[in-house]
């Protein structure tokens, strides 16, 4: 409880030292409205698609789709795809030098590719993202799995257990601390990735709305606030389910 109020009084601190600003001129109206404009633009786009085109709950939607897409599809191939190739040294070394070529790539460096691959759908947007969480997830998988316990491991041996009950018993659960932060980075890449996908052609999105209004400082920060806003939501929520699935730790 005091944690949370703590944060609640370090967000109205802020905002009151931002409104302070812009009304004793230290920071120009112009370019840095105050809060409450921003928060009067939140009130007026929800109704009022002006000038974008669209209402905030279109480009809220329209992100949406695009972000969870390419994190889901990163969680369900990149958790898999880590946890193999940290458990079964066989497919660790077929895996790892090609995973190595891709992991420093960056991820808007493929757009280009993703264009004449894939055209400027959900898709393409998608797999921008897509690439920018998998890493995380492959990487944390990975170390977690192999910080098993080896005394663990050595007693279901001695058990009669196989390699692969071994694998599912205690490599997996031993792995889910690490893995859990790796979705929380891949979580974070997907949100701060979601403006480059966005710029593929969009009409719809906050990445869109941001970009198309470069002579709008209000509407560009009230994007940015609405990603904030909901990256800390969807945060929350993970850190709620972590909780539910590694209570047997506690």
Known sequence: MARRSAAVIGIL?????????????????????????????????LVDPNPDGA???VHIMASLQ?????????IVIGIPLGLFMGWFRGFDKFMRPIFEILRPIPPVSWIPLTIIWMGIGLQAKAFIVFFSAFV???INAYTGIKQSSPVLINVAKTCGASNFTVFRKIGIPSAMTMTFAGIRVALGNAW?????????????GLGYMILRQFARADII?????VIGVIGVIFTSVLGLLEKKVLRWKR
């Open 55 to 57: 209402v905030l709950g």
């Open 13 to 45: 601190g802020f905002l009151l030292l931002w409104q302070a600003a812009v009304l004793a001129g230290v920071l120009p109206s112009r370019y840095v409205p105050a809060p409450t404009e921003v928060i009067a633009l939140f009130a007026t786009k």
């Open 192 to 204: 701060a990735t979601l403006v480059a996908a966005e710029m593929l052609a969009a009409n719809a």
């Open 66 to 74: 695009v972000a969870l897409t390419g994190f889901l599809l990163a």
């Open 136 to 138: 995380p997830c492959v």
């Open 221 to 225: 920060i009230l994007g940015i606030v």
